[in-house]
């Protein structure tokens, strides 16, 4: 079972070239040693032209940047920032610092992974459960009221709202966020929730690997559903393989269930002087096995 985009549809790289020198981005060898990812300038450009109908930025708002850019997240986060032409700001170098940094530079696409935002709910949440009195009454109010709206048609925003309770959690990131992206780790739907209608935005969540550039997959927007990771973006395709000794196929009921396999123009060709692992993640068609079920 196949989806995704073929090659032909991805975004044109006509004077991209397979042969162009590669950028090498080590994985973090959880599970042996670390290898080295050769993705292409074709391979990142390609995953960060598909971030575009999703948070189009202009030229006058900014993203910032403080995730280490030896992960592809924050790479592909950079090929996106130059090709769109917005501005990058580039944090002061102390995490714990980040909200003085959103605050001097009102970034419009804040991203994040899920250790950080759930810090960030812990801190919102708490504050809107010990609310006391009329404040405590309003506030619970206006967090049930946009949950509502939020789950049932993906509206993020509240005229009243928004102004009277929502407005100061906003300003905790400069004021001015348009997009939040969580990617890296899987995040609680209800984490996602809360700040989605906090910072009254849409809150998108991705899921990749270092060998698809980053990029693999993001929901949408307005997707008033959480607890996916949406489809797959137009420069991959994804099929699924059977995995019949953990009971996983793709004649399963209600839904088919196999090995995440994909394919497209943001795909590393292999694993830098690696062939041992290139041969066992990769297959003769170029099919990369990523090991995940789905």
């Known amino acids: 079972m196949d989806a995704g985009a073929d090659e032909k549809n ?25 290898k080295g990812v050769k993705l292409t300038h074709k391979n990142l450009l390609s995953s960060a032209y598909t971030v575009i109908p999703y948070c189009n930025l202009n030229a006058e708002e900014a993203h910032v940047s403080y995730l280490p850019y030896p992960h592809s997240f924050e790479q592909v986060l950079t090929f996106y920032a130059a090709v769109v032409g917005c501005r990058i ?20 696409l804040f991203p994040s992974v899920p250790r950080l935002y759930n810090r960030i709910y812990t801190k919102i949440n708490q504050k809107l459960t010990t609310m006391k009195g009329c404040s405590g009454w309003i506030g619970r109010r ?12 993906g509206v993020t925003t509240h005229g009243c709202w928004d102004k009277l309770v929502f407005g100061k959690v906003a ?12 990617g890296s780790a899987p995040i609680d739907p209800n984490v996602l929730k809360l700040l989605k209608v906090s ?4 809150f ?14 993001m ?46 123009a943001s795909l590393s060709k ?25």
């Open 10 to 34: 991805a975004p044109p790289f006509n004077k991209c070239k397979e042969t162009d020198c590669p950028i090498f981005s080590y994985t973090s060898g959880t599970t042996g040693d670390a």
């Open 171 to 182: 300003g905790l990131l400069g004021g001015n966020v348009r997009f939040m992206i969580t």
């Open 199 to 202: 910072f009254c935005c849409p």
């Open 89 to 108: 700001g580039y944090y002061s170098g102390d995490p714990a610092k980040i909200t003085d940094d959103c605050a001097l530079l009102k970034p419009a």
């Open 270 to 294: 292999g694993y830098y002087k690696r062939p041992d692992k290139t041969a066992e993640a990769f297959d003769a068609s170029g099919w990369f096995m990523t090991g995940d079920v789905c």
């Open 219 to 264: 929901t949408l927007p307005n997707d008033p559903v959480t607890g996916h990771v949406g489809g797959p973006l137009p420069c991959i395709k994804w099929r699924i393989k059977d995995v019949e000794g953990m009971g996983y196929t793709s004649k399963d009921i209600p839904y088919p269930r196999g090995e995440l396999c994909m394919k497209g």
């Open 204 to 217: 998108m969540e991705g899921y990749g690997l270092t060998e698809t550039s980053g990029g693999s997959s």
């Open 142 to 153: 206006a967090l049930a009221s946009k949950l509502f709206y939020a789950e049932t048609t």
